[in-house]
C-alpha cells in the first residue's frame, strides 16, 4: 500500500484540498537524523518546480530513500522544513499527511504489491482508499491497466508475475489517483533493459500527464533516456542541482 500501513479509510477527505501546485517541492535546510545520530541528510535545501522531471542520484547510501520517505511523508524531518503541494509537512498531523499523499504515487524497488491480491485489486486499493466506490475503483483500476497494456494480467497475483510486471503494476498502482507528484525509488534497479524501457515509457506518460516525477537512480542507462534535471546527493548533502529557492 502506498506510504505503508496508513489506514486511508479512517479519513474520507476530500482528496484534493488546498494543494498548491505552484510549490510542488520546497526543502529548506532539512536534515534527517538516525538514532543516534547519524546524519543520512544534512542540511537540504531543494526547491522542484510544478512538472519537473528529476533525478535524485548519489551512490548507495547518499540518502536518496531518505529523501524521497520524507516527501512522501512516511518519515518526518529531524531539522528543517519541508513544503508539498504549499503544506508544511511539519504542521500538517497525521490526517493531513494521509490526506497530502492521495496527491502522491510513490513506487518502492521491490514493488510491494500485496501478494494476496489479484493485480486489478491491488491497483484499486489506493483509489477505494482515496473515496472510490470498490465498484468505481475497480473499474478506475482495470481502465488504467488497459491503457498501460496490462490487461491480461488482472487476475493474477503479483509473487506469478516477472519483476518487471511487478514493476509496471506498481506503477499503475502509483498513477491510480492522477497524482500530482510520482515518486520512484529506482525502479529500474532489478530489470532487464527491456523491463526498464518500458518503465522508462511509463514514466514519460506520467510526466507528460501533468505529474511532477522525482526518480532516485543510480543507472546511468535510466539518467540518459529521459530528459531531466539531476540533483546529486552525496553523504547526505546536495552537491549539484538544488535549485534551492532565493531566501523569503
Ligand atoms: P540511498 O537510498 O542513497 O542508498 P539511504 O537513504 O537508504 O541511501 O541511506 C542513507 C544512509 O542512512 C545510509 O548510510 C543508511 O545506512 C542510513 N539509514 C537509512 N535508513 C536508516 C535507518 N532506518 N536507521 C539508521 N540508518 C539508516
Known sequence: MIGGGTDFKSVPLPVRL??????????????????????ALNDVSLHVQPG???????PSGAGKTTL????????AASAGQIVI?????????????????RST?????DSKLLPGLTVLDNVALP???????????RSKAFALLRDLGLKDLVRRAPPSLSGGEQQRVAFARALVNDPRLLLADEPTGNLDEESAARIVELMRRAHQGGATVVVATHDPALLRSLPG???ALRTGRVVAGDGAPPPE
Open 229 to 231: 534535471r539531476e540533483i
Open 105 to 109: 504515487g510513490m513506487v518502492f524497488q
Open 85 to 101: 503541494g504549499g503544506r508544511n509537512l511539519a504542521r500538517l498531523g497525521r490526517q493531513g499527511i494521509t490526506r497530502l499523499r
Open 68 to 75: 524521497l520517505r520524507l516527501l512522501l511523508g512516511a518519515d
Open 52 to 58: 519537473e522531471f528529476v533525478f535524485l542520484t548519489g
Open 127 to 137: 483509489a477505494e482508499a482515496a473515496g472510490a466506490s470498490p465498484r468505481d475503483a
Open 18 to 39: 488546498c494543494y498548491d501546485r505552484a510549490q510542488v517541492i520546497r526543502l529548506y535546510h532539512v536534515s534527517k537524523v538516525y538514532p543516534p545520530r547519524f546524519a
